[in-house]
């Protein structure tokens, strides 16, 4: 009850601009209907899945189009669920690693689906030893020139490996972009926004909910 009149009071009285999107996805039944609504995709199709978590979102992409779906999960923990979720699926390929602008070791908070990077290198804080690669390193090891589909949730990594594509020039070679921006960032609103005026420039968005869920397609 103290949540759902938090959340009430929030959206209503406060008008918070972020419960009103979260509000509205869950109105509109944007897991349901928007998140796996990709008709272009095919067994030929290559997914990648940023922050893969137990594997929910590459099952399911996975089961609709029967796509290939490179899965990057940092948290042992999680890696090994999608391990043995997909053992039996050769399409479905889970990585024990993060992509991001690059190489190293960062510590991860141990939060389950909300685990997020928190400082790059020797962090003080207390969390997870975890490792990323740099994302255009990966694509070459995997010979991939081309993403049909890339869903980004990692907790905040989404801006410097966002801008990392953008300093080389490189939005186009991913198809559409599935986009959680996260609002905790120290300078998220400004950095989302540089974001989007360079999407704009090979992209269109096709549907959004402000730091909820937000779909770019390639123009």
């Known amino acids: 009850m103290f949540r759902k009149f938090k959340r009430f009071f929030r959206e209503h009285i406060l008008r918070d601009e972020h419960t009103i999107a979260v ?6 039944k944007g897991d349901e209907k928007l998140r796996f609504n990709y008709p272009s995709l095919n067994g030929k199709s ?19 189009y029967d796509c290939k779906v490179y899965l990057f999960e940092p948290h042992p923990e999680f890696y090994k669920k999608c391990v043995e979720k997909f053992s039996d699926n050769e399409k479905v ?4 690693f993060g992509l991001s602008d690059k190489e190293g070791t960062f510590t991860l908070s141990d939060n389950l689906d909300g685990s997020s990077f928190l400082n790059p290198n020797k962090a003080t804080k207390q969390g997870l030893e975890c490792e990323i690669k740099e994302f255009f390193s990966v694509l070459s090891d995997l010979d991939i020139k081309n993403i049909d589909l890339i869903k980004v949730n990692i907790e905040g990594g989404e801006y410097p490996l966002l801008k990392h594509i953008v300093n080389r020039n490189e939005l186009g070679i991913i198809d559409e972009y599935q986009i959680q921006f996260h609002n905790f960032i120290e300078g998220a609103e400004t950095k989302r926004n540089f974001l989007i005026t360079e999407l704009r420039k090979t992209h269109k968005r096709t ?6 869920w937000e779909n770019w397609k390639k123009i």
Do not use: M
């Not at 509000?23 to 509109?28: I, L, T």
């Not at 390929?93 to 024990?96: G, R």
């Open 46 to 64: 290559i997914i990648f899945d940023l922050g893969g978590y137990v594997g929910d979102f590459a099952y399911e992409i996975n089961k609709k």
């Open 23 to 28: 509000s509205q996805w869950f109105r509109d």
């Open 207 to 212: 549907w959004c909910y402000k730091f909820v």
């Open 93 to 96: 390929i889970p990585f024990n």
